[in-house]
């Protein structure tokens, strides 16, 4: 009688075990393949998904009017073009200024 | 010291004609960085660049601080001030000497005045006055068209 106590409760003992188990692994995550992508960007040395892009230094006030001021004397001059043989070429011809290159 | 008969608004007149007209002036001179004539200034006389450069800008926000802004340079030989002849006769930019200039400022009384007892030597001036304006309402047309053309391609694109 005792043996069979002890053998049931064993018994009772290694279900609730398996039991136990078997709910653990339900509750898991599934586990799906590594995503390349996570693990191409977690690879990187220099960047991080959450750095922020550098910031390009301001131009100085008096370089921007300087810019500015050479802008305004090469539309003049390619107006002035424009103005002695009016074509659409001419009307949208590029000039080396900073603005617009 | 010049005298600019070459003129673009004195084209066509006889040196005698051309000389009278600039006798109704008086000679300013402006030291580098001297204003001739602020944006919105009543605007009495025209001025003949007779040495040196004036520049023409307008102010423009940069950086939240105003900025007078070069419109276009003037050089000798030509004239400026055209609000002077043309309702409500106020400056629309402001004008200053970028380096020693010198300039002839030709009041709009006197010269309607003089217009008025020799008006051949009126309808030259006038349409020379025409012409010099047209010439520029084509070239800031043509400019606002190019800055447009840009503005679209940069919005659109």
């Known amino acids: ?101 | 010291m010049t005298t600019p008969l070459n003129a673009d608004f004195l084209q066509g007149l006889s040196t005698g004609e051309a000389e009278r007209i600039l006798a109704l002036g008086t000679r300013v001179t402006l030291e580098s960085g001297e204003e001739l004539f602020r944006l919105g200034a009543d605007a009495k006389s025209i001025y003949l660049i007779a040495q040196g450069r004036i520049d023409l800008t307008m102010p423009m926000q940069i950086r939240g601080r105003e900025q007078e802004v070069l419109v276009e340079e003037r050089r000798q030989g030509q004239t400026l001030g055209w609000s002077a002849l043309i309702p409500p006769y106020r400056f629309t930019l402001r004008a200053a000497a970028p380096l020693r200039s010198e300039v002839i400022a030709i009041p709009r009384e006197a010269l309607t005045g003089y217009f008025r007892k020799h008006p051949e030597t009126g309808y030259i001036v006038t349409l020379n006055v025409a012409a010099v304006v047209g010439q520029r309402l084509s070239l800031f047309e043509a400019m606002w068209a190019r800055e447009m053309s840009r503005m679209v391609e940069l919005k659109c694109a």
Do not use: Y
């Open chain 1, 1 to 101: 009688m005792l043996l069979t106590g002890i053998f049931a409760s064993f018994f009772a003992l290694a279900i609730a075990v398996i039991a136990f188990g078997a709910v653990v692994k339900q509750n898991e995550p599934p586990r799906t393949p590594a995503d390349p992508l996570q693990t191409r960007e977690a690879s990187h040395f220099f960047t991080s998904p959450q750095a922020r892009p550098l910031e390009m230094p301001r131009v100085p006030v008096e370089a921007l009017l300087s810019q500015l001021e050479s802008h305004v004397r090469l539309e003049q001059a390619a107006a002035e073009s424009f103005v002695a043989d009016p074509t659409s070429a001419l009307l949208h011809s590029r000039t080396a200024s900073p603005f617009v290159n």
